[in-house]
């Protein structure tokens, strides 16, 4: 036999499969492999098996070694298929799928091998033997002798290393009978959108749904944002599904990790919780992928490949289906997609059908959402909000912008300060006494005066949460608590926080997006958006949808309990169509509007765009190279090529970007790998770097 093997190289340049001889190997697609190749060894994945090859024989080489986690080979095809799908590289797909780096831990156990009934025995050998099974541990030269004794049995057993995780409390309720019809409908299987408001109980759905795959024999997939900001999610499940679930997320050490794939691969765990890279979970038997908040940016992932963990859930679910004996009959239920959220994208709310969940459990209402303008004003907080900021006992506050100011000047010369690398100005942090670039990490000193000018008259612009924490500390008698990218830093620093905000009597949550995630705080009353124009002004066609989404997810954290609560959103844009519609709660509404202009104007899901990026040191190069993969695209039936367009210095690098707008994915995807190809190996485009992103985020 012949293994067909992908070496998992990161250059672009070495295009395989190779053949290596297999005989007297135990290899299948999904073996990992090292193999010899040229002067090097290198790992590779087996990704098909051959009964010949056009290598002759005596030229075949073997691989070295076999490692003895496999990859299934059903995710070996999803590989394949992402590499193509994102115009990336089989190596660079295949080693998201790998099994993780790792070994089991043994520790050894005892068991009792022969009735110990008239051999003569010490009181405190009786009470070993009377504990069997037990591990070793420090009884070990004891049990040893009893052994030699042939009374007991010594070997090793596999130990599992248990992930940490917030508990979480499972009460039995009774479906409302919007959930019980969901419930229902999820049961005949397909692709469903289940679109509730905040705090109507889709996570009952997902937990009856899952259950349901369980009974029926099928493994489960749960995909949730970033673990730390939605812990009781994890919880939830845990606490009704025990030690069938794996959890598998970025956080954990690399023991536990490898422990859950095992788990997960060898059939003893069936439901995989975890973030976009959970979507490669070795579940078996696949009968149901939920997206928990589908909405969510953080299922695009930003490295090569850029996939969709959305649109790789939809297509494994495909594969599941080809694994379970081709196309279906009419009678065999089909792997189920349940994508959940209470601001769905506009795409999958064009694609999938949908499940309502119109109220809050317990008829609690949605929390009315006030407009505040702030056109002229010259304080970041409305008297409104200060009033309603008083007053409140708990509240959250979103303010999209982290550090003290946005940016400084020089009252005298107008110099802005900016960073080196980027062509972005710099932000200052005033506890760190530093100027830091928010998009490579630059830092430099806070400056006493202008070095163009000598002047000490240094402004500074706007208003951070930093500088909004400091300023309502003083202001408020209640505790403050900032939740952003700059508090978050540390190991388990925002469960903590979290958590000691959830805990405490009164107090202000102030912080950026990640405030407005689907944290359940019964007590809080008041959520405030300062700025929701932020996102608003943000140059890119999705500006509206996060728009929305930011306001209604905010909204959704307040007024959950039995006091009720409300909303104030600051902005400069009062009658923007994404602002009046949250303050309705409108989704259906906002979305009928936004699908109509995306349809005027060709955007998903009308047409899918592909954005090519290409950057270099050199000031012209990228632009060139951009112009290359244009005229190479341009022709493509049914794609308009948009650029090239120059974009902000980044890391020192000038970029230019073209965007495709394609009629037919397959088409344009197939034009643009060929066009980035064969830029990539002109002489002229050396010291450019390539980087297609299919489905920008
Ligand atoms: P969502 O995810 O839609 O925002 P959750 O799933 O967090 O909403 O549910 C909100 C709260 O309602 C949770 O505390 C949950 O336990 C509770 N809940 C869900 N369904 C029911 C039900 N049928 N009866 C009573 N309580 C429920
Ligand atoms: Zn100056
Ligand atoms: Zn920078």
Redesign the pocket.
């Known amino acids: 036999m012949i293994a067909r093997v992908e070496p998992l190289t990161t250059t672009r340049r070495l295009a395989g499969p190779f053949d290596y001889a297999a005989d007297g190997l135990e290899l299948e697609v999904g073996s990992v492999v090292r193999v010899p190749f040229g002067r090097q060894a290198l790992d590779g994945v087996v990704v098909a098996m051959a009964e010949r090859s056009e290598v002759a024989p005596e030229r075949l080489l073997a691989p070295s070694s076999v490692r003895e986690d496999r990859v299934p080979p059903e995710l070996v095809a999803l590989a394949l298929w992402m590499a193509g799908e994102y115009c990336s590289t089989p190596a660079r797909a295949l080693s998201l799928v790998l099994p993780p780096a790792g070994r089991p831990r043994t520790e050894l156990w005892a068991e009792a091998a022969a009735d110990p009934d008239g051999a003569r025995l010490t009181e405190r050998q009786r009470a070993l033997l009377a504990g069997l099974p037990r591990p070793a541990g420090r009884e070990l030269s004891a049990l040893r002798r009893l052994e030699a004794r042939g009374l007991v049995t010594i070997a090793p057993r596999a130990r599992r290393r248990v992930p940490r995780t917030v508990p979480g409390a499972d009460?039995a309720?009774?479906?409302?009978a919007e959930?019980a019809a969901a419930v229902a409908a999820v049961d005949q299987g397909g692709a469903w959108l289940l679109h509730?408001v905040?705090?109507?109980?889709?996570?009952?759905v997902y937990l009856r749904a899952a259950a349901a795959a369980r009974a029926r024999g099928e493994g489960v997939i749960v995909l949730v944002p970033e673990i730390a900001l939605t812990p009781q999610t994890v919880g939830r499940f845990q606490a009704r599904f025990g030690d069938t679930v794996a959890l598998l997320h970025s956080a954990l050490g690399e023991g536990e990790r490898y422990d859950e794939w095992r788990r997960l691969r060898s059939g003893e765990a069936r439901i995989a919780v975890g973030p976009r890279s959970a979507v490669f979970a070795p579940v078996r038997d696949l009968g149901l992928v939920v997206v928990d908040e589908e909405h969510d940016p953080s299922y695009k992932h930003e490295g090569d490949p850029r996939y969709d963990a959305r649109r790789v859930a939809a297509m494994r679910i495909r594969l599941a289906r080809r694994a379970a004996g081709g196309e279906p009959a009419e009678t065999a239920r089909r792997p189920t997609l349940l994508a959940g959220s209470a601001t769905p994208r506009p795409e999958t709310w064009h694609r999938l059908a949908h499940l309502r969940l119109t109220e809050r459990?317990g008829a609690r209402p949605l929390p009315p959402v006030r407009v505040l303008d702030m056109r002229g004003a010259r304080h970041p907080l409305h008297p409104e909000t200060r009033r309603a900021l008083t007053s409140a006992r708990k509240a959250i506050l979103l303010l999209n912008r982290r550090g003290w100011s946005n940016f400084l000047t020089c009252r005298n010369c107008g110099k802005v300060w900016e960073c080196p690398a980027c062509d972005v100005a710099l932000v200052l942090h005033r506890a760190e006494h530093v100027l830091a670039c928010h998009h490579c990490g630059h830092r430099e000193r806070v400056p006493d005066r202008c070095d163009g000018c000598g002047s000490p008259a240094v402004a500074r612009h706007g208003a951070g949460t930093e500088r909004l924490e400091a300023e309502l500390a003083e202001a408020l008698d209640v505790p403050v608590f900032r939740l952003d990218a700059d508090t978050a830093g540390a190991k388990d620093a925002v469960t903590d926080l979290l958590g000691r905000f959830a805990a405490a009597p009164a107090g202000l949550l102030i912080g950026t997006q990640m405030v407005a995630k689907?944290h359940?705080f019964p007590d809080v009353t008041l959520g405030v958006v300062v700025d929701a124009d932020a996102t608003l002004r943000f140059p890119d066609f999705r500006a509206e949808e996060r728009t929305f989404a930011l306001i209604a997810q905010l909204a959704?954290r307040a007024g959950r309990g039995p006091r009720g609560g409300r909303v104030l959103v600051q902005t400069t844009a009062p009658d923007a169509p994404a602002i009046v519609a949250a303050a309705r709660h409108d989704a259906g509404g906002f979305l009928a509007g936004e699908l109509e202009r995306r349809r005027a104007l060709d955007y998903p899901p009308f047409a899918d765009l592909i954005r090519i990026v290409c950057s270099a040191e050199a000031a012209a190069a990228p632009r060139a190279a951009a112009g290359a993969v244009a005229a190479g695209v341009t022709g493509t039936p049914g794609a308009t090529v948009l650029g090239p367009a120059p974009l902000f210095r980044l890391r020192g690098r000038h970029r230019s970007q073209v965007v495709v707008k394609a009629r037919d994915r397959g088409a344009a995807i197939a034009a643009v790998r060929t066009a980035v190809d064969h830029a990539v190996r002109e002489r002229a485009h050396r010291s450019v770097a390539f980087s297609v992103d299919v489905d920008p985020q």
């Open positions: 009460t309720v009774e479906l409302t959930q509730g905040t705090g109507s109980g889709k996570t009952e459990v689907g359940d959704g």
